[in-house]
C-alpha cells in the first residue's frame, strides 16, 4: 500500500498496464521526454522508448483517429489530450469512427482517450470544459470519472483492458490537491460500478469527480448544524450508468440530490433524474433537485469562475432546502 | 513484379468485373431492388484495379466508395458486395451499414465511412501499429478532390510523413465533388504538388491507364516498404456517372464527358492487350460470358439471404 496523488496514480495504472501487455501503448502532444502538460507521463519515454510513448503532431483529429486504426488491428493505445476542451477537434474521429465502430463492424475498438477535465484552475473557456455530456449522449462510448486516487488505478486498468473506446475523464483539481492509499497488488475497478461514500438516512446526492469531495464537505457540515444526515453516491462512471445503484439510494431515502460541475442544461443529471422519476417515482417525496454550473462559457477571473461553478455553498445550501421539503 | 501475360489477363478481368458489377447494381437500383443510394466507380475503375494490384496479401487496404475494383482485387467477394448493398442478415455488417461501408479484417479490407477523409488518420494508425510490430505491409487509402480539403486530409498526411510511415494515399481527381468542379474546391493547378508541403513525393498519373497507375503504386510501395515514409498520388479521371445514382449529373458539360469517353479505362487497356496479341474477341467473349455467370450468381445467393431480425437493431453497440 502506497500513499499517492490522484495523478501518480493514474500514471501507475497506465504504467502496469503497459509492463503487462506489449500492445498498450501512449500517443499525445508533449507526452514525450517533456512528460505531458500535467506530467501524468513523467519519466515513461525514458523507461518505455519512443515506440511505445509517442509524440504526436498537434492534431487531435490524428492522434485520435490513428489511436483508432491502432485499435482496429490489436494495440492497445492510451491517448492525451493536452486538455478536455481540446477534444472538439477530435470530436469526429470518437463520435464517427470509434463509437460505430463495433456496432458496424463486430470488431473491438480497445482505445482509451484520457481527458484533463474541469475548473476551478482559473483556466478560462478553453481550458475548463466538462465534455461528459456530448459523448453521453453517444452510442458506443464509455465514460469514466474516478474521483479518489484508488480509482484513478483501478478505472485505467480496467479501461485500458476495455474492449470498446473508452472516454476517461481525469479531473484536473484533483490532480494534486488529493492524496489517498492504493494498492500495489493488481487490482482493477469495474467500470459501470458506482460507490457509496458516506452513509445517510435523510436525502441522497448523486455526483462524481471533484464535486464528490464538495458534496462530502458540505455533508459534515449539514450534519453537524442540521443533524441531517446526507447519503453521498460516487457515480465513477458515467456510461454505462449504474442504474441499480441509483435506483436503489433514491428509495432509500427518497429525496434526491444531483451535483455535477457541468452546467445544467443537457447535462448528465438530467438524464439522472429523468431515470428516478421513471422508475422511483412512488419512492419519491420530494422533487429531484439538481446543481450544476450556470449555463454560460467557464469565465477567467476567479470571482466569475466562482460564481458559475458549483461550490461546498451552494451544495450545501440545496441539501438543507431538500431536507426541508 | 513485371506483369506477365497471366497477370495482363487478371487485370483486364478486374477491370471488366468492375464495370459489369456497377452495372449490376445500377440495375437493381433502377429495378427498385437496391436499399439506400448505389455509387458506382464508372471511369475510376483503372485506378482502383491498378492500385489494388499493386498491393500483397499482407498489405492493408482502405477504398473508397469509387473503388469497388480494389475490393475486388483484394480478395472481396461478389456475394459480399451484393449482400451488403442490399443490407441482408449474412452481410459483413449484419445490415447494420451498407455499400462498401464494411470491414474484413482478413482481407485486411476497411471501408470508409461517409465522411471520407475522417478514414485517413483512422489508416494511418494502421500504419503506425505495421511499423511498432516491425510488418513488412504497407497501407493503401484514397481520397477525393473534394474530400481532400477536409482537415483531416493534412492533419493525418502530415503524420505519416513526420513519422514516415508505411502510408500511400491516392487521390481520385475525377473532376467533380457531387456537384461542384474541382476549380471551386482548390487553387491549385496539381494536387500532387501538395506532397511537398508535407515533405514527400508527390506524383500524378493518368488515372484511365491502368498500367501507368499500376507502376506509379508500385514505386510507392516499394518507398514505403524501404521505410523512406508515404507518398501522394494523384490520379486524374472522370466521374462518369452522377455523384450517385438519383444525381443526373446534368451540370457536367456534354463535351466534356464526350472528351473522357474516348479515354474510356476498359476500352483503352482492351487495346493495349490487343494490340500486344494478348487479348481477341474469343477471348474476351469468354471472360465476359464468365463474368455475367459470376455476377448473376451473387445476385441470386444475397436476394436469397434473409433480412436481419428487427431486434438484432439493438445488439452489439458494445463489444464484449
Not at chain 1, 215 to 224: D, F, I, P, Q, Y
Not at chain 2, 21 to 27: G, W
Not at chain 2, 50 to 71: C, I, K, N, T, V
Not at chain 2, 72 to 77: A, E, I, S, Y
Amino acid at each position: 500500500m502506497a500513499t499517492m496523488t490522484y495523478i501518480e496514480a493514474l500514471a501507475r495504472g497506465m504504467w502496469e498496464e503497459m509492463e503487462n501487455d506489449p500492445s498498450v501503448f501512449l500517443i499525445g502532444e508533449d507526452i514525450g521526454a517533456y512528460g505531458g502538460a500535467f506530467k501524468a507521463t513523467k519519466g515513461f519515454f525514458q523507461h518505455f522508448g519512443a515506440d511505445r510513448v509517442i509524440d504526436a503532431t498537434l492534431s487531435e483529429a490524428a492522434i485520435v483517429g490513428a489511436s483508432v486504426g491502432a485499435a482496429l488491428v490489436g494495440m492497445r493505445p492510451v491517448a492525451e489530450m493536452q486538455f478536455a476542451d481540446f477534444v472538439t477537434c477530435g470530436f469526429n474521429q470518437l463520435v464517427v469512427n470509434a463509437a460505430k465502430t463495433h456496432y458496424r463492424w463486430h470488431l473491438p475498438l480497445p482505445m482509451v482517450v484520457r481527458l484533463p477535465t474541469g475548473g476551478y484552475i482559473h483556466g478560462g473557456p478553453y481550458h475548463s470544459a466538462s465534455p461528459e455530456a456530448w459523448f453521453f449522449h453517444v452510442p458506443g462510448l464509455k465514460i469514466v470519472a474516478p474521483s479518489t486516487p484508488y480509482d484513478a488505478k483501478g478505472l485505467m486498468r480496467s479501461a485500458i483492458r476495455d474492449n470498446n473506446p473508452v472516454v476517461f475523464l481525469e479531473f484536473k483539481y484533483l490532480y494534486r490537491r488529493i492524496k489517498g492509499d492504493v494498492p500495489d497488488h493488481p487490482y482493477t475497478v469495474e467500470i459501470g460500478k458506482g460507490a457509496l461514500r458516506r452513509p445517510g438516512s435523510d436525502i441522497t446526492v448523486i455526483t462524481y469527480g471533484s464535486t464528490v469531495h464538495f458534496t462530502l464537505e458540505a455533508a459534515e457540515t449539514l450534519s453537524r448544524e442540521d443533524g441531517v444526515e446526507a447519503m453521498v453516491v460516487d457515480l465513477r462512471s458515467l456510461a454505462p450508468l449504474d442504474r441499480e445503484l441509483i435506483l436503489k439510494v433514491s428509495r432509500e431515502t427518497g429525496k434526491v440530490l444531483i451535483v455535477h460541475e457541468d452546467n445544467l442544461t443537457g447535462g448528465i443529471g438530467g438524464e439522472i433524474a429523468a431515470l428516478i422519476a421513471d422508475e422511483a417515482f412512488s419512492s419519491l417525496d420530494a422533487p429531484v433537485r439538481r446543481v450544476g454550473a450556470l449555463d454560460t462559457p467557464v469565465p477567467f477571473s476567479p470571482p466569475l469562475e466562482e460564481y458559475v461553478l458549483p461550490d461546498v455553498q451552494k451544495i450545501l445550501s440545496a441539501m438543507r432546502s431538500l431536507s426541508r421539503y | 513484379m513485371d506483369l506477365t501475360v497471366e497477370h495482363k489477363l487478371k487485370v483486364y478481368y478486374y477491370l471488366r468485373l468492375t464495370r459489369a458489377c456497377d452495372d449490376a447494381i445500377l440495375r437493381l437500383y433502377k429495378q427498385g431492388k437496391m436499399v439506400g443510394g448505389a455509387y458506382t466507380g464508372n471511369g475510376n475503375e483503372a485506378t482502383a484495379v491498378g492500385s489494388a494490384f499493386a498491393l500483397e496479401e499482407r498489405d492493408y487496404l482502405f477504398p473508397m466508395h469509387r473503388d469497388l475494383g480494389a475490393h475486388l482485387v483484394k480478395g472481396q467477394t461478389l456475394r459480399h458486395i451484393f449482400l451488403q448493398q442490399l443490407g441482408r442478415a449474412g452481410s459483413l455488417t449484419r445490415g447494420r451499414d451498407g455499400t462498401g461501408h464494411y470491414a474484413d479484417p482478413a482481407l485486411r479490407i476497411y471501408g470508409n465511412v461517409s465522411h471520407l477523409a475522417a478514414m485517413i488518420p483512422v489508416a494511418v494508425g494502421v500504419a503506425l501499429a505495421v511499423r511498432m510490430r516491425k510488418e513488412d505491409a504497407v497501407v493503401l487509402s484514397y481520397i477525393g478532390d473534394g474530400g481532400c480539403n477536409v482537415g483531416d486530409f493534412h492533419e493525418g498526411l502530415n503524420m505519416a510523413a513526420v513519422m514516415k510511415l508505411p502510408f500511400i494515399l491516392i487521390i481520385e481527381n475525377n473532376q467533380f465533388a457531387y456537384s461542384t468542379p474541382t476549380a471551386k474546391q482548390h487553387a491549385a493547378d496539381r494536387l500532387a504538388d501538395r506532397g511537398a508541403g508535407y515533405g514527400i513525393p508527390g506524383v500524378t498519373v493518368d488515372g484511365t491507364d491502368v498500367l501507368a497507375v499500376y507502376e506509379v503504386c508500385r514505386t510507392a510501395f516499394a518507398r514505403a516498404r524501404r521505410g523512406e515514409g508515404p507518398t501522394l498520388i494523384e490520379s486524374v479521371s472522370m466521374r462518369m456517372h452522377g455523384h450517385s445514382a438519383s444525381d443526373d449529373a446534368s451540370y457536367v458539360p456534354r463535351a466534356l464527358l464526350d472528351e473522357w469517353k474516348g479515354k474510356d479505362p476498359l476500352e483503352r487497356y482492351t487495346r493495349v492487350l490487343t494490340e500486344e496479341g494478348i487479348l481477341d474477341g474469343a477471348r474476351a467473349a469468354e471472360i465476359e460470358g464468365r463474368i455475367d455467370r459470376e455476377i448473376e450468381e451473387a445476385i441470386t445467393a444475397a436476394m436469397t439471404d434473409p433480412n436481419p431480425a428487427p431486434e438484432d437493431a439493438a445488439e452489439g453497440v458494445f463489444a464484449p
